[in-house]
Structure formats: C-alpha cells, structure tokens
C-alpha cells in the first residue's frame, strides 16, 4: 500500500509517501528524522497485517511541508535523512519543496 | 531627480516619492478592485500633497503582486528585490529580510549590497498571512490591534492545531466557547503563523540581522512570538510596510530595473 | 423511506431509517460503526452484514455527544439498544472519543470497506470529501485499501470550503449545484485555491454583476479541479465511486466527471434485494457502513470478544 501523508494547498503537494508493502518496520528513518515526524507501529490503514510499518505522526500531517523543508527533499545535495537510512527505499516525498524552494 | 516607488499589493497600496536623499511623500491606501484608477488616484494625491506633478517624477517603478498596473511606470522590479533595496537602505547590517504582507509571506536572504542571494515564499495560502491573523481577529471579536496588545498579556501557551485560516476560525470559536481566555487564544494564534513564518524562514537560513517587514511587522504580539520562536532578535523599520514602495524608489534612482 | 427530522439552512438535512425486513432479534451477530466527521456523524447498526438502521446527524462541538445523538437517532424506530450490539467501531475525525466503540479504525479503511459494500466488488476507486477534509483510496475487490491521499490541512476541496461559499452567497448548499447549470455561458474559474482569497474573488464577481448562478458555476469548476489534482496524484480507476456529503453535488460531481474523463458510479445500492426494496442510498454512511463490516470481521476471526450485555 501507498500511503501519502501530508497535505495538498494552494502553494503545492506536501506528502511524505511511504510504501509498506516495501517497508519492513525497522525503525532507522524515526532514529533519523531530525523533527521527529515519523513513527513505527501496527499498521492502522490494513488492521489485519502483521508486523509494523512507518508512518507520519497525526498531529504532524498537517505540518510536513514545514517539518521536511530544512532536510530539502528533492533538491538538496544528499537525500533527507530518512530516504538515505531506509534500505528497502520504502519513503519518499512529493515535489512540492523541490517546486517551491529548489530555485537555485 | 525625483523618482517614486508604487508597491501594488492584493490589500493594500504604498506609494514613497523620493529626490536623492529625502522622502518627499508617502502614502497608502486600500488596492480594491478597481486597481489602475485607485493607483493613480493616490499618486495624484501624494504628489499634490508635496507641491508635485506628475511630470516633476523622472522615473517611476513599481512592485508588488498588481505592479502590471500601474500603466505609468517606466519599469518594475521583483517584490524580493525590492525589498531587498528598501531594507539595505535603511538597516545596512540585514542579511535576512522576512516580509509578510496580506496575502503573500517571504523570506530573503541579502547580500551586503542589497542584492537577493536566495529566497522563500509562502504564497496562495492565507494561513501565512496577515489574512491569517485577520480572520481570527474576527473570530475573537477584538481588532488586529487589540488582539495583538492581549497576546503579549497572556498567561498560558496552547497550539492552534489548525493550519488553515478557515479551519483555524472554527477551532478559535471552540476555544471561546471553552471559556479559554481571550489573550491566551491571541498569544496561540500569534505562536502559529510566528511558527509558519519561522519555518518559511529557515530555508533561507537565519543570518543575523533579521528585519521583519510589511504589515505584518507592525504586529507587536507577532514579532515577539517570532522573537522567541527563532531564538534571535528581530529588528523592524520604522514604517515596515513601505520597504517595498521604498526599494522600488531605490531602484529607480539606480535605474535598475525591467520595462 | 428516511425520514427527515431537522432542516438547518445551509446544511445536509438529518435522517434516519430502519429496515422494515430484518428482525433484529433472529440476528447472530449485531455490530455498529459510528463515523464522527467533523461535521457530519453517521451510526449504523448491520445484522449478520446487512444494513439494520442508520442515523445521519450534525456533529456538535463536542465528540462523545455527537456520537451519542448520532447512534440514539439510528436506535429511534427500533426496539434495539445498544447493550444488544455485540461489537462497535468508531471512525472519522472523533473516533477515539465515541463512548459506546470498543476499537477504532481509521475512516480510510473504513470508507474503502463501506464503499465497497454500497457500490460492489468492481470499485477501484473512492473519493470522500467530508466536512473538512479530502481523500481519495484505491482499493482492490474486496475493499482493502492499495493507496491514499489525504487532506485534511487546507479548507479548499472539502465540505468547509463549499459552505463558506454557501454561507457568503446566501444559498443552501444543495441548490448550489442545479443551479450551476442554470446559466447561459461558462464563467471563468476561480483562480485561487485558498478559500479565504477565493471568497474575496466571489466578492469581486458579485461586485461587478456576474449572474448568481454563473459564480456558482466557477466555484464549483474550481472545486472540481482541486479534487482532480488530489486525484491525478492517485490515479483513478474505473469503478469510480464517490462518498460523503459532496457525492450530493453534481455542481461539482459532473465537472469532475468531465475533467476526468470517467463517470463516477451510479449511486446504487450493489445488492439487487436493496435495490427492489427501496432501501435509501446514503453517500455518506460509507465509513460507519465499513466500520460495522470490521466489527463483523474482528468477531468472526476471534481477535475480538463480543461485548453484548444483553
């Protein structure tokens, strides 16, 4: 499953995507994450799966353009955080910062 | 020479008239619908007020969201550069401009001379606004004003959940009727669009000095939320919301600008 | 047929119904789903999968009360009682606080299971503006959720956004969209997207004349294609279904259709017995609908215990 956290407004596409069918549970993009948006546990989307899987934090979805824009996802010279620790390659962002900041 | 700079925003119009180093006249009032007729019809009037007509002003720039309408002008420039020329005037140790006006947030990083190194903006969305700060002002039933005043009395901090202006209205109502005290409501309000702004802020990078300009810096319970959320100090120009009419003047002396 | 109770002026009349054919007393396992949106709440009782009673009700200002008004209005013309649920479920925005819900489950997967009941095994695509936000599911034939968007951050493209207009133009919200179709030339669409600037440009037409029916014609184009965006971001699959309080709106449904290139579902019941016995089609008891399913499922499975008292 796709799941697309975050928000879509006027100024653009803010989603913070994570694939769990690829994610594996393990945690390293919550260790990583410098505002600590993300977090690990039962699948509330698909109650039936075993196993965790990573998610935006509720109170965080409404704030992921803000919360993500300092790690420049999509535009910065390395990966976010969270992109580079999680193996499977299971997040990933929309292009919103990348559109709206990566002006350089 | 005499130049004049004419920043046409969504709400609201500045229009400075300058010869060298000398403000001559300034004035502003509301953009309204009728764009090109309000723009001249305040022109005409400041100028008047300075014993000018208009073919005394050599060259005349403008900026803003509406500047295409101010038909009269030789050129415009950028809202960011102009802003960046308005406030390297005044305050030569910036190095990071945020200006916030009705209906469009940005934050600019300047060089020494006035020349805009990076930029962010929060545009299209009122909750990083001062429609933002409006709109609750309605809901709490006090003015822009008053709300500001309260917020820097209040005595206990609560977030405002919502990141939108309308959903934010529905939650201030809420809280009102929780009984919650007005100024602790205006200080939540002033924290959440300091917290946006910040955060716009920060792509750019926060290199001392900060000047906080447009309507917006006029806000005193805003500015000392922003103050707290940053963690620096923020300095703020006397009348913050001509910068932009006031660049567009600079670089109209300079004569650096687009036909 | 449902009968209306109240009717405020910009809003969804409330409604409730039971179903004459079942007894619930014959029934084996009774479970509930009760959706506290932010503006609407939905109770709705299912007897061995089939749908029991239903009460659509405004949501207060306060959560539990909501859910209670919502689940005693669905209880009204019966003789059930809620001590004879074996299991409930809350979902939507208040569903940690429904008093009367042993779990809850997030109204995504909710939506996806309700609507897969309500329109059949063929849906591959849900779109549920609620009150106050926007989400489209992708789901595969038995309703299990393969994506989603959400958005419940900004007021443009939900419930919210259509009421403010609602209230700005003085006109119930479901004559908005008969009405929009009412006009002699197609207006240009609004062009902001934020909610509080496109009101100023609604002032601005209403200042220079537009016809009435014309601005209700741009608004609803430009709702229509918000919704588009948040969708294209998916990708739609036929069967299309839409849900929620904005499926009532062909202002805004019969753009989208036409900006994308798919017509939504007819809004029908699946079950051909529901169908003949002219059981009412409510768009928007999708997430209870979904949320009594799991119930039913959780107990059937064993991962829950029943929590009937009588």
Known sequence: MIANYGFKDGSG????????????????????????????????????????????????????????APCRPGYGEQPPPCVGACEPKAISHSDGWKRLYGHK | MIVAG???????????????????????????????????QLYDEVLKKAGLARKDVERVVATGSAAKRVAFANGAIPDVAADAKGVIKLIPSARTVIDVGAEEGRSIKVSPEGKVLDFAINEKCAAGTGTFVEAMSRALEVSVDEMSKISLQSTQTLSINAQCAVFGESEVVSLIHQKTPKRDIARAVMNAIAGRIASVARIVGLEKDVVMVGGMAKNAGFIDSLKKNIEMDVLVPADPDYMGALGAAEAAIAGVYTD | MAEVKTQEFWRWPETNWVNPDIDWKNGKLITAGVDVGSVSTQAVIMVDGELYAYGNTRTGSDSPNSARKGMGFALEKSDIKIDNIDYCIGTGYGRVNVPMAQQSITEISCHARGANFMYGPEVRTVMDMGG?????????GRGKVLNFIMNDKCAAGTGRGMEVFADLIRVPVWEIGPRSFQISKQPPVISSTCVVFAKSEVVGLLESGMPENEIMAAYCSAMAHRIMELLNRLGVKEKFVITGGIA????????????????????????????????????????GIGAALFGQALLKMGNAKSARKA
């Open chain 1, 13 to 68: 596409d803010w989603y913070v995507v994570i694939d769990t069918d690829k994610c594996n549970g393990c945690g390293k993009c919550q260790e990583v994450c410098p505002p600590r948006i993300l977090e690990v546990g039962p699948d509330e989307i698909d109650i039936f799966r075993e196993g965790s899987v990573a998610s935006v934090k509720h109170e965080e979805r409404k704030k992921v353009r803000y919360s993500c």
């Open chain 2, 6 to 40: 004419i920043d046409v925003g969504g709400k609201n119009i500045h229009i400075v008239v300058k010869k060298d180093g000398q403000i001559l006249g300034k004035t502003t009032g509301s953009t309204g619908i009728k764009k090109e007729e309000v723009v001249g």
């Open chain 3, 132 to 140: 106050q936000d926007c989400k489209a599911i992708n789901v595969d």
């Open chain 3, 248 to 287: 009532k709106n062909e202002g805004v449904v019969k753009r989208l259709e036409k900006e994308l290139g798919i017509k939504t579902a007819e809004r029908v019941w699946y079950k051909k017995e529901y169908i003949d016995r002219k059981y009412p089609f409510d768009t928007q008891l999708a997430g």
